[in-house]
């Protein structure tokens, strides 16, 4: 596997939610609005990188039985550490995420990819490796939050969890998308209101995913109608070339 | 009154603040249970029993220990280390004493180390419950009680579900909705329902 | 800034110590496939439950 490889596979191909469904808790909990599912992915991209690294510089020295306990130990401290930047400087997304920041401890993903790719391989890879599922882990959950930011406000607001020092701004409304055709609209008090609420979000998940497997299986359909030409082809070629066969051991028969 | 105090964190545990329908905590094993009833059972007694424990002891940890000395700032690994030696402490003791317990209950013991609902709790013992001029026994024994009814309502959900899983295989699901998005929305129409609840209290 | 080492120690050798010990204590002979079927019904091995 290249190094591009190793980075680009956790964006689409290996997706920690939308394939391997790993961290649903985060998933579904703080992707109320666009900003904490970003400030969340990069508090975790942040864990993982790192966690990554570290467990991948020690591994010589680890026995392998108390394998688990020290990855768990490693994890644990990398996130106390963001727990307390945030704490620090971000205090809105400290209070937004509330217990769901320490909880990015037993988020699976993490201790996965510590098990499976960072205690096998060097540390530039694992680097690599933790980088690209993080982001992977991040798009996912961004693409979760637009949803339903947009769906229950009508728009996406930026600056209002993360420190940017301005003033929040809306990125995209509805309005504004509306305005491009017909000029002072407004639609005041627009917004699905369930999809701020607990139902709201698994609903949205629940839509998402079933995009993703229906891609999937209309992909699936198409390589195995592609297999089936294939085999159907080889046979004929090879009947085509049985009858030849017996055409000349005829012909060789008639003289 | 102490009895008052006891059954409204159960009731706000259990139903109002459901641990899966609304806080969001322990999706996988939600997910990932199987459609058999007795490993719902089990799953949820293992979790209820360890996060019981767990909670007794990480706010006894966080109350004597970690604010006495100044130290509130590493609960999180506090926390964590307490919560899988107890699970490594448990699983040790049921499998030397009991083969029938370890049977139904010990198997689904070591997934419980990375399960959220457990650190959840612990975790929300403290942002919710604790603070400063609280006596230690009050504030335990409301811990203990949001514990009993977090637990409590995880098994509710996961046993529920288990039953819905069953109907749902046999159903004719279309091919993309099939497994874990028909999954999500069920417990969408779940957590609506229990939306309903919150006027209890 | 000695305290936080010390808790923190301790609870490391703790955790360390029952883990050590739980690794030596033989999972009973009977349980074994069914060890294995529970790891389905959680995260570390997701999958399997769905795909089979």
Redesign the interface.
């Known amino acids: 596997m290249t190094k591009k490889e190793n980075f680009l596979k956790g964006f689409f191909k290996e997706n920690p939610i939308f394939v391997?469904?790993?961290g649903?808790?985060p998933a579904?909990?703080v992707t109320t609005t666009f900003e904490t599912s970003l400030g969340m992915g990069l508090l975790v991209v942040f864990v993982l990188t790192s966690s990554n690294i570290v467990v991948s510089l020690v591994k010589k020295w680890i026995p392998h039985?108390?394998r688990?306990?020290s990855y768990?130990?490693i994890i644990?401290?990398f996130?106390?550490v963001v727990?307390?930047l945030t704490e620090a400087y971000a205090i809105d997304l400290y209070d937004a995420l509330?217990?769901f920041l320490?909880?990015i401890?037993?988020?699976?993903l993490i201790?996965?990819r510590a098990e499976a790719f960072a205690s096998k391989n060097k540390v530039i890879d694992s680097a690599i490796d933790g980088l690209g599922m993080g982001l992977g882990f991040t798009l996912g959950l961004v693409f979760i939050g637009i949803l339903r930011e947009f769906l229950a406000t009508g728009g996406i607001m930026f600056g209002v969890y993360l420190p940017i020092g301005e003033a929040p701004i809306t990125l995209v409304s509805l309005d504004m998308i509306i305005n491009l055709f017909n000029a002072n609209f407004h639609i005041s008090d627009y917004g699905i209101k369930?999809f701020t609420?607990?139902?709201?979000?698994?609903?949205a998940?629940?839509?998402i995913?079933?995009?993703f497997?229906?891609k999937k299986?209309r992909v699936d359909r198409k390589l195995a109608i592609a297999k089936m030409e294939m085999i159907a082809e080889k046979k004929r070629i090879a009947l085509e070339k049985k009858k030849l066969a017996a055409l000349k051991l005829a012909k060789a028969g008639g003289k | 009154m102490s009895f008052t105090i006891f059954a409204t964190a159960i009731i706000s545990a259990m139903l109002i603040n459901n641990v899966i329908?609304?806080?969001?905590?322990?999706?996988?094993p939600f997910?990932g249970v199987s459609k058999k009833s007795s490993a719902a059972i089990g799953m949820s007694a293992a979790v209820l029993f360890v996060m019981v424990i767990s909670s007794a002891v990480t706010y006894t940890l966080y109350d004597l220990v970690l604010y006495q000395y100044g130290i509130p700032?590493?609960?999180?690994?506090a926390?964590?280390?307490v919560i899988?030696s107890l699970v490594q402490f448990v699983e040790m003791f049921i499998k030397k004493t009991s083969k029938s317990l370890y049977k139904s209950l010990g198997i689904y013991l070591p997934l419980i180390?990375?399960?959220?609902a457990i650190?959840?709790v612990s975790?929300?013992n403290i942002?919710n419950i604790w603070t400063e001029t609280m006596p230690y026994w009050e504030g335990l024994f409301i811990a203990v009680s949001t514990a009993v009814g977090t637990g409590l309502g995880f098994g509710l959900i996961i046993f529920a579900f288990s039953s819905i899983r069953e109907k749902l295989d046999a159903s004719n699901v279309p091919?993309?909705?099939?497994?874990?998005?028909?999954?999500?929305?069920v417990?969408?129409?779940m957590?609506?329902a229990f939306?309903g609840l919150a006027g209890i209290i | 800034m000695l305290v936080p080492i010390i808790v923190i120690g301790t609870l490391?050798l703790v955790?360390?110590g029952t883990?050590?010990l739980n690794?030596k204590v033989p999972i009973p002979e009977e349980c074994r496939d069914l060890t294995d079927a529970a790891t389905c019904t959680a995260?570390?091995n997701?999958?399997c439950s769905y795909k089979k």
């Open positions: 391997f469904l790993l649903m808790c579904l909990a039985d108390v688990t306990p768990i130990v644990a401290t996130v106390t727990k307390m509330g217990v320490p909880l401890v037993v988020n699976c201790l996965g369930v609420l607990a139902p709201g979000a698994f609903i998940l629940g839509i995913l079933a995009v497997q229906f299986s | 329908l609304s806080q969001f905590l322990g999706i996988c997910l700032y590493i609960s999180t690994i926390f964590i280390l899988a180390t990375t399960n959220c650190l959840g975790e929300g942002t091919a993309a909705w099939k497994g874990v998005p028909i999954s999500l929305v417990a969408g129409i957590s609506l939306l | 490391v955790y360390v883990y050590a690794k995260c570390h997701f999958t």
